[in-house]
């Protein structure tokens, strides 16, 4: 039996596994598989074989082990079996494979790592036990720490931006100065007319980049504006509503149909509210086995219905808010993932959907980062 290792953006490690017990972490010192990623902690995951099955074990780890979507209890065993995959912290995934024929190079387990079934008395390698308490201040720390780093990330990519559009605003002004000199030493461009109506193109021009300075400045890139999103609690009204009666709407709703609700619109947006029934199942079905969290799950169904209306009836143009909704058992609607974006890049967000990515958790986390600056989910 082997042990494969994937890591976003790395090539996968595959580890043949000849002892009956092995632990993973990022610390090199005490763990037979070194996992180098800061969503995994020093000794993260222990793997047991007992009676020909493998049993895998959360040490008590900071970002958490999850099975199919599910964290898994610190301490709890759970079977591991081939062909399922373990995500560990964030970007980390490990799996039992039976044949490892297709890879040229399998690595052996480090022996002098991690003393097997004789451990220290001081108790260093026994599976670790905390209170949920603990583990979710960890968890919110580990996640604080995570949203202040993509928060400086955006900072600079928004600094390199703005330098971008000076750089370009620049050239162009120079280039308008050029041609104009030019122009006006032709007796071709010499009438008033002609003069006018040159004057006037330019002017919009540079009208249009000083409008657009202020998007390629926000550090929202290409989302709706934040203070027009609309609160969760607004759109709780809507689900109940009976609509699509205006004429001018009933051309949208039939468009993702059956699961479409109503549309209403507000300060000038389109909001669309969905039944995620069927769109879920879509998505899980084309998911298969890849491992993914619910938020990740409505941004796919949010580019199938995208992908769905774009070829038949395009979206109302401005912003636009789909609202998923799921019926619970005593037939009430509970609002469950809100996405908001502009329809004017519907074409930009599409071309960045590939359904092949789908069936590979890097690359669908890939994927879905790309998205990212397009959309606001909440």
């Known amino acids: 039996m082997f042990i494969k290792v994937e890591v976003k953006s790395k090539e996968p490690v595959v580890y043949l596994i000849d002892r009956k017990e092995l632990l ?3 610390s090199s010192e005490i763990c037979h598989i070194k996992i180098d990623h800061p969503s995994v902690s020093k000794k993260h995951l222990k793997i047991l074989e007992e009676d020909g099955k493998f049993i895998a074990i959360d040490q008590g780890s900071t970002n958490g082990t999850y099975l199919k979507g599910e964290q898994i209890i610190p301490g709890k065993r759970v079977e591991l079996l081939p062909g399922i995959k373990l995500r560990l912290g964030l970007y980390a995934f490990v799996g039992l494979i039976e044949t490892a024929d297709k890879y040229e190079r399998i690595l052996q387990l480090d022996l002098n790592k991690a003393s097997s079934s004789k451990e220290g008395a001081s108790g260093e390698n026994k599976t670790q036990l905390i209170s949920m308490e603990d583990f979710k201040a960890a968890k919110a720390l580990a996640q604080k720490k995570k949203i202040e780093a993509q928060k400086k990330k955006k900072s ?4 390199k931006k703005r330098q971008d559009f000076k750089r370009i605003l620049k050239a162009f002004l120079l280039v308008s100065v050029v041609l104009y000199v030019g122009y006006n030493g032709n007796s071709f461009f010499k009438t008033g007319a002609n003069n ?11 009208s249009k980049l000083t409008e657009n300075q202020e998007t390629v400045t926000d550090i929202m890139g290409f989302r709706v504006d934040r203070k027009s999103l609309i609160e969760r609690d607004k759109f709780l009204k809507y689900i109940e509503t009976v609509g699509c009666a205006d004429p001018d709407h ?3 709703c039939e468009g993702i149909s059956p699961y479409s609700g109503v549309l209403k619109t507000e300060n000038g947006a389109s909001i669309f509210i ?3 029934g069927g769109w879920i199942m879509k998505a899980k079905e084309a998911l298969k086995d890849t491992l993914t969290t619910n ?9 199938y219905i995208l992908e769905k209306q774009d070829s038949e009836t395009a979206f109302p143009a401005g912003d636009n808010f789909i609202a ?3 019926m619970n058992d005593n037939g009430s609607k509970e609002l469950t993932f809100v996405t908001a974006f502009n329809s004017g890049y519907t074409k930009d967000i599409l071309s960045k959907f590939k359904k092949e990515s789908l069936s590979s958790s890097a690359e669908l986390n890939e994927m ?4 990212d600056p397009y959309i606001n989910s909440y």
């Open 24 to 26: 993973i972490g990022s």
């Open 156 to 159: 600079i990519e928004s600094k």
């Open 196 to 206: 006018l109506k040159k004057h006037s193109a330019v002017t919009k021009l540079q």
């Open 250 to 252: 009933k051309i949208y």
């Open 274 to 276: 969905v039944d995620e």
């Open 295 to 303: 938020e990740e799950i409505g941004k796919i169904i949010f580019l």
């Open 324 to 326: 998923f909704y799921k």
């Open 368 to 371: 879905l980062t790309s998205i």
